[in-house]
């Protein structure tokens, strides 16, 4: 039997109120209609197959003051004001396709119900502010809502850097990015998304070692491949912007302007 997981964290210990449950989720397209629950969770039956399920932990979630940051995470005084978490889980739905796609959309469904704060997808790096999770969810109109499926942590790098990585490509058997940046340089993060959708929108797309890529015609910035930053023993695609490329003088190999 499939099972899905996603985390809410609340300012209040509090059932998300389900008619508005049932209404979020049929903008979705997802039909929803509630079952017998009890006083600190909820069940829905999904339209379909499978069932919905919203169990309140009245306590605040232990681990999200210790997790990574990134720049759609609240803010430490919002998290201050977090009393309270739900678990929300879906069993035995058969997804045609992509099931994170349902899974946000179901996790935003009790979202707009609820006191929420921020949301993750089970296996997820960092939680989103619920805002920025649920127009990320409307915003991709039934296609992945990638701003909330792959996360982005940000880092200092010292010298007046700072470095962007993504976590969740690998889902979708794609490597992650790592893009570094000057501290006062602009569009790192956009151009981070952009790759990442890319990635996962053309899966014939490779970049290879050494190869050139940029925001602009004239913009080279070379491909490079290093261990990843968190540990783990896979590779990332490194990509310094602001900086003097190594072995771009005189680089032969294909360029690609990214988004031409």
């Known amino acids: 039997m499939s099972v899905q997981l996603s985390f809410v964290l609340l300012s209040q210990s509090v059932n998300p109120d389900p008619h508005a449950v049932v209404q979020s989720a049929s903008t979705f397209g997802i039909g929803l209609t509630p079952a017998p629950g009890d006083n600190t969770s909820q069940m829905y039956e999904i339209n379909g197959g499978g069932q919905l399920i919203v169990a309140l932990m009245p306590a605040p979630h232990p681990d999200a003051p ?24 879906i069993f035995g739905r058969e997804s045609a396709g992509d099931p994170d796609i349902e899974l946000a959309q179901l996790t935003a469904a009790v979202m707009s119900a609820s006191p929420a704060i921020a949301g993750m997808l089970g296996g997820g790096t960092i939680f989103h502010k619920a805002g920025f999770f649920n127009a990320a969810v409307i915003a991709a109109e039934g296609d992945i809502p990638i701003d909330v499926t792959v996360d982005i942590t940000v880092a200092p790098e010292g010298n007046g850097r700072m470095s962007f990585l993504t976590h969740g490509l690998k889902k979708y058997s794609r490597e992650e990015f790592y893009v570094t940046s000057s501290i006062d340089g602009t569009g790192a993060l956009d151009y981070i998304r952009a790759l990442t959708r890319w990635m996962i929108v053309d899966p014939d797309k490779q970049l290879p070692t050494g190869d050139t890529v940029g925001r602009t015609a004239e913009e080279k910035i070379v491909v490079q491949r290093v261990p990843n930053p968190t540990g783990s023993d896979d590779q990332v695609i490194r990509l310094d912007l602001d900086a003097e490329q190594p072995g771009a003088g005189g680089q032969k190999k294909s360029k690609r302007w990214f988004g031409r």
């Not at 210790?66 to 720049?71: K, L, N, W």
């Not at 005084?77 to 929300?88: C, G, N, P, R, T």
């Open 66 to 89: 210790h997790m990574p940051q990134g720049v759609s995470s609240p803010e430490p005084d919002e998290l201050s004001q977090m009393v309270a978490h739900y678990i929300v889980t």
